[in-house]
Each structure stands twice: as structure tokens, then as C-alpha cells.
């Protein structure tokens, strides 16, 4: 292919990696001056990220089998129109009801935009390189985590909040622009390895997926369906509801219309999997989940990891502004510590997993996070900044050594026709981890302070609310590390 192509690509994935946590990360300084403006509680703040998580959480899978259909750059390119349209209808929002609802429809755009560009990435690139160019885009994600901090608490403080909106919607433009102009021609030119060149599943992983199991493929742009492949209508009707009955009832939990929802999505996830069994073209390949256990539970990881440490910047942002006093400047330059760690240590652990087992890396990466969550559950309101930043750059280097090998061996254990599949489902996976993080946050908000907006008389409900959540998250993380050490060896690809 011609390195041109191969280079926008990068940059291109690269940026839309770069947006979204820019985006999250700068909202959480924000939610004290959005709380304000449009007189919102904590549980209803707490709905400003989670309803993008939700959408989210809706409609990668479908997003991420579709492109494998109808090509991943169309559906990429829709998710960044989208999503520059939603940020700039979410700057202009004069309530929480037109913001909660702009935020959803981000979601839906940043669906169709990761479940697409972590597998557009892997078929630009040779199997040798792929663990590199992950690690890269892996931490363009933390450099706008790292970003999102201390220019959303600057924004906020000197621009209003509504300018970090603007900011995204001048962004998502300049890269849809860019993505049209120089990977029109992409998929023509571009050639994946060959049936020949897959390697074999090494002993206990179980086999991998090979091109017969599925339609055939132009690399970047996604397959070429043959007549036989059609998208699963019915299995996405009933995927929608299943995850988005589940969410929304965990997180108004515990009143009795939580569990009634929980119920329902139950029911409707039961007839999501009984039918997904049964149809030749399914939506979620069952059967490769079943064979592959390494694949199964390389993704159940990335499921508890994120569930563990979303919230983490949602809840010390709470910290550091109600419970410390500080500025929303003050408070992300403290939040950018552990993001900062992440981006300077994934392409260094993304290229170390292509020579070392990637499990390895990945456990002790999960270890590492525990540790810091613990020390997160120890925070009072005289906890010193040199305390928050040693537990924050520990956390911050658990990520950065869990993240890039996990999502390599994830991508290892599938061959290229599945790769829109795969980065779909590793999607789904962080998104609907990211969804239980912050509904068991707002769990707790709900149980000990209320729907009432946050004053000096909530503080000790609130301090306790985060303490249980830091003690929360370090035993998910720690019952991750055990899920990521089981998972069975994958042969580095570096040997390929």
C-alpha cells in the first residue's frame, strides 16, 4: 500500500482517539459550572456522561458488525459527521434536557467512530507492526485525557464550559475533512495478509476465526459482502434494548423501576443469544467466544478494568471542588498526572507486546490499578497533592501497561475479516465498563446524598460515597487481574 495512505490513517485514528477522552475527561471539570447554570443535582450531572455512555454502549456492536458489510470508512466518516453536529448542539444547549439529549447522539457517533478505527488501523498495518501503531493510537487516548483536565478546567474558568464543546466540534470537522480528502481511495489500494499468512491459534486459546467464516474483504474500507451476508436486523433489536434496559436500570437502582428494567433487559439479552445462535450471519459471533477463550476473556479484562477506573476522574473531580475547595484549573492540573503516565507509557508497552507475552504485561498492569484505587479510598479533606499524585501516577501506570497489550492480543486472535468484529466488541466492552463505572457511582450518590445539589451540609455523605467507591473498584480490578492471568498464551507478533 502506498505509505501515504498508511500515515493518514494513523493520523486520522489517531485524532478521533484524541477527541472523545478529550472531550469526557474535560466535561468532569465542568460539572459543577453545568450543576449551577441549568441547577442540576449529582445523580442528574452524573447523567451528563452517562448518557453518552449508554448510547455508546448501544450501538458499537452494530456499528462494528456493519462496517464489515458496508465498509468501515463510510461508517467511520458518518460517525465524525455526527459527531462534530452533536458537540456543537451540545455548546448551544439552553437545558439539561437538549444537553442529556446532544450527549446521547454523541455517543451514537462515537460508536460508529470506535467501532471502526481500531480496525481500520490493524488492516493498514503488517502484523509486526501492529502492536506499535496500537500503542500509538492507544496513547493519542490518554494524551487527550491528559489534555482534557487542565485545558477543560482552564476553558471552564476563563471561556465558560460550553467553549470545550466548541472546541470538539472545530476538531471532529478539520479530521472528517481530512478522512474524505485522502481515504477515498483507500480500500481499493490497500491488501490484507492472505488466508495463508494467518497464523494458527497457539495451544489453549482455541482457533482462530479464518476468511471462510466470513464474507469477503477490502482491508480498510471493510468487506465486500457476497450475497449470503446480510447485517442481523433482528439480533441489533434485540441487542439495543438488552444493553440499554441493563445500564439505565443499574443506575437508578435502587428504586423498584431499576430492577423492573434490569428484568426486562435480562429477558431481552436471553432472546438476543437464542437467536443469535440460530441465524448463519449473527451479529455477535457466539461461537467464536465459546472456541476462543484467550478472545473471551482478553475482552471480560477490558469489561472489569474500565469498570473499575472510568469514574475515577468523575469522582476526584467531585473531591477536589467540593470537598478541597480548589478551581476547576486547579483541579485538572492534578486530574492530568495519571493520564500523562498512560500516554508515555503505551507506545512503550504496545511495542513491548509485540516481543513479550502480552498477558504478562496486562496483569500486572491490573495489579498495579488496584493499588492506586487503594490508596484512592484512603482521600480526606486534608489528604496533601503529593499523596493524590502518587496515587494517580500509579494508577496511571497500571493503565498504560494493561491497555495497549490487551488490545493487541485481542486483535491477535482474530484473522482480518473480523477485525471490524473484534474492534466493535473490544469497544463494547470499555464502553459498557465505562457504563457500570460511573451507574455504580451514581449508585452510591443516589443511596447516600439524594437528587439534591451538592452544599457544605453533603460533603461527609459525599467524602463517604467516594471512599466506597476507590474500595469498589480495587476488588473489581483485583478479580480482573485473575480473569487476564487465565486467559491462555497468545504467540506474540513480532514472531509472525
Keep these: 500500500m502506498q505509505p501515504g495512505v498508511r500515515g493518514t490513517v494513523l493520523v486520522a485514528v489517531c485524532i478521533t482517539s484524541f477527541l472523545v477522552p478529550f472531550l469526557?475527561?474535560?466535561?468532569?471539570?465542568?460539572?459543577?459550572?453545568?450543576?449551577?447554570?441549568?441547577?442540576?443535582?449529582?445523580?442528574?450531572?452524573g447523567w451528563v456522561a452517562t448518557s453518552f455512555l449508554l448510547a455508546t454502549a448501544v450501538f458499537l456492536l452494530p456499528f462494528g458488525r456493519l462496517s464489515d458489510l458496508v465498509g468501515r470508512v463510510r461508517i467511520y466518516r458518518i460517525g465524525l459527521l455526527l459527531y462534530a453536529i452533536s458537540a456543537a448542539v451540545s455548546a448551544v444547549s439552553n437545558g439539561a434536557t437538549l444537553l442529556l439529549a446532544s450527549r446521547a447522539l454523541q455517543g451514537l457517533a462515537s460508536a460508529a467512530i470506535f467501532g471502526t478505527?481500531?480496525?481500520?488501523?490493524?488492516?493498514?498495518?503488517?502484523?509486526?507492526?501492529?502492536?506499535?501503531?496500537?500503542?500509538?493510537?492507544?496513547?493519542?487516548?490518554?494524551?487527550?485525557?491528559?489534555?482534557?483536565?487542565?485545558?477543560?478546567?482552564?476553558?471552564?474558568?476563563?471561556a465558560g464550559w460550553r467553549s470545550i464543546f466548541w472546541c470538539n466540534a472545530a476538531l471532529g470537522v478539520l479530521n472528517l475533512g481530512l478522512v474524505i480528502w485522502k481515504l477515498r481511495e483507500a480500500p481499493r489500494e490497500m491488501s490484507?495478509?492472505?488466508?495463508?499468512?494467518?497464523?494458527?491459534?497457539?495451544?489453549?486459546?482455541?482457533?482462530?476465526?479464518?476468511?471462510?467464516?466470513?464474507?469477503?474483504?477490502?482491508?480498510?474500507?471493510?468487506?465486500?459482502?457476497?450475497?449470503?451476508?446480510?447485517?442481523d436486523v433482528t439480533g441489533a433489536l434485540l441487542y439495543a434494548p438488552a444493553v440499554f434496559?441493563?445500564?439505565?436500570?443499574?443506575?437508578?437502582?435502587?428504586?423498584?423501576?431499576?430492577?423492573?428494567?434490569?428484568?426486562?433487559?435480562?429477558?431481552?439479552?436471553?432472546?438476543?443469544v437464542h437467536h443469535e445462535r440460530r441465524v448463519p450471519a449473527p451479529l455477535l459471533h457466539l461461537e467464536l467466544l465459546r472456541r476462543n477463550l484467550a478472545f473471551g476473556l482478553s475482552n471480560l479484562a477490558a469489561l472489569i478494568h474500565y469498570s473499575a477506573t472510568f469514574a475515577v476522574g468523575f469522582l476526584l473531580s467531585f473531591f477536589l471542588q467540593y470537598i478541597q475547595g480548589r478551581s476547576p484549573g486547579g483541579a485538572g492540573t492534578i486530574l492530568v498526572i495519571q493520564p500523562i503516565m498512560m500516554a508515555l507509557l503505551s507506545p512503550l508497552t504496545g511495542r513491548l507486546s509485540d516481543r513479550v507475552e502480552p498477558r504478562i504485561l496486562a496483569s500486572g498492569g491490573m495489579l498495579l490499578t488496584a493499588c492506586g484505587l487503594i490508596m484512592l479510598a484512603?482521600?480526606?479533606p486534608a489528604t496533601p497533592p503529593a499523596y493524590l499524585i502518587a496515587a494517580l501516577a500509579v494508577l496511571g501506570i497500571g493503565f498504560g501497561f494493561f491497555s495497549s497489550p490487551n488490545t493487541n492480543a485481542i486483535m491477535s486472535l482474530v484473522a482480518p475479516p473480523q477485525y471490524g468484529f473484534a474492534a466493535g466488541m473490544l469497544a463494547t466492552m470499555r464502553t459498557i465498563g465505562q457504563a457500570l463505572s460511573m451507574a455504580i457511582a451514581l449508585l452510591l450518590f443516589s443511596l447516600l446524598i439524594g437528587g439534591t445539589a451538592i452544599g457544605p451540609r453533603e460533603h461527609p455523605q459525599l467524602l463517604q460515597a467516594l471512599r466506597l467507591a476507590f474500595s469498589l473498584f480495587s476488588v473489581l480490578c483485583l478479580g480482573g487481574a485473575v480473569a487476564s492471568a487465565v486467559r491462555g498464551r497468545v504467540r506474540p507478533l513480532g514472531n509472525e
Design 378 to 380: 484512603f482521600l480526606g
Design 24 to 45: 469526557s475527561s474535560s466535561i468532569n471539570l465542568a460539572l459543577p459550572a453545568i450543576g449551577r447554570e441549568f441547577e442540576m443535582g449529582a445523580v442528574l450531572l
Design 192 to 231: 490484507l495478509e492472505s488466508p495463508r499468512e494467518t497464523p494458527a491459534a497457539p495451544p489453549g486459546t482455541g482457533p482462530r476465526m479464518t476468511p471462510r467464516d466470513s464474507p469477503q474483504v477490502t482491508p480498510l474500507g471493510g468487506p465486500r459482502a457476497v450475497p449470503a451476508e446480510r447485517f
Design 117 to 158: 478505527g481500531v480496525a481500520i488501523l490493524t488492516a493498514a498495518y503488517p502484523a509486526k507492526e501492529r502492536g506499535r501503531v496500537l500503542g500509538i493510537s492507544t496513547a493519542a487516548v490518554y494524551v487527550g485525557l491528559s489534555a482534557g483536565p487542565f485545558l477543560g478546567g482552564a476553558l471552564t474558568q476563563h
Design 245 to 272: 434496559f441493563l445500564m439505565y436500570g443499574l443506575s437508578v437502582l435502587p428504586h423498584w423501576q431499576g430492577a423492573l428494567l434490569i428484568a426486562a433487559g435480562l429477558v431481552a439479552l436471553a432472546a438476543f
